[in-house]
């Protein structure tokens, strides 16, 4: 009976050693996937402000891209979709031309280029050191969505040549 000593204090020990260890790693893999959703969640909103961007730009045949009627259509969707957090998410418009059609005059090809800036609020403690952008005390991940869609205009029969 000697040789029975009791151990319970080095269980402890043991436990408060690989404890926090443990319970960071975890925090790392749930805020992984919480970045996932945001990510997916912003990509799918770029998309679906580019397409309502590029079905309203243009209110005339072979007309010119009209930002500002692009600009409230999208602001409204997005306050519909994301309602009271709205106004932390940022939307930037850009309208580029990428070319003219050889067959129709004045006729020239735009796309309307969103982008998306979607903060993500991290939510377990000790994962901003690490994922959060800058300023990191903020604790809050910063994610783009870029998306370019074609303008959709209609054609004139005057605009052929």
């Known amino acids: 009976m000697q040789f029975c000593r009791k151990r319970g204090g080095q269980v402890t020990a043991e ?3 690989i404890l926090p260890v443990f319970m960071l ?7 992984y996937g919480n970045i996932a959703y945001h ?5 799918h ?4 402000f580019a397409r309502i961007g590029s079905l309203v730009a243009v209110n005339k045949p072979s007309g010119r891209p009209d930002r500002s009627l ?14 009271s957090k709205a106004g932390s998410i940022k939307v930037n418009i850009k309208v580029e031309t990428t070319g003219t059609d050889p067959m129709y005059k004045k ?17 377990f403690p000790g994962t901003s050191f690490i994922l959060a952008s800058e300023p990191r005390k903020e604790g809050i991940r910063r994610i783009q969505a870029v998306t370019r869609m074609p303008i959709e205009k209609a054609y004139l ?3 052929i040549k």
């Open 39 to 43: 990510t997916i969640l912003a990509n």
């Open 15 to 17: 436990l408060m050693l």
């Open 107 to 123: 006729h020239r090809h735009e796309d309307v280029v969103v982008t998306v800036t979607y903060p993500v609020h991290l939510a």
């Open 70 to 83: 692009m600009t409230r259509k999208i602001n409204q969707a997005k306050q519909k979709v994301f309602g």
């Open 157 to 159: 029969s005057s605009d």
């Open 45 to 48: 909103a770029s998309y679906e």
């Open 25 to 31: 790693l975890i925090f790392f893999v749930l805020e």
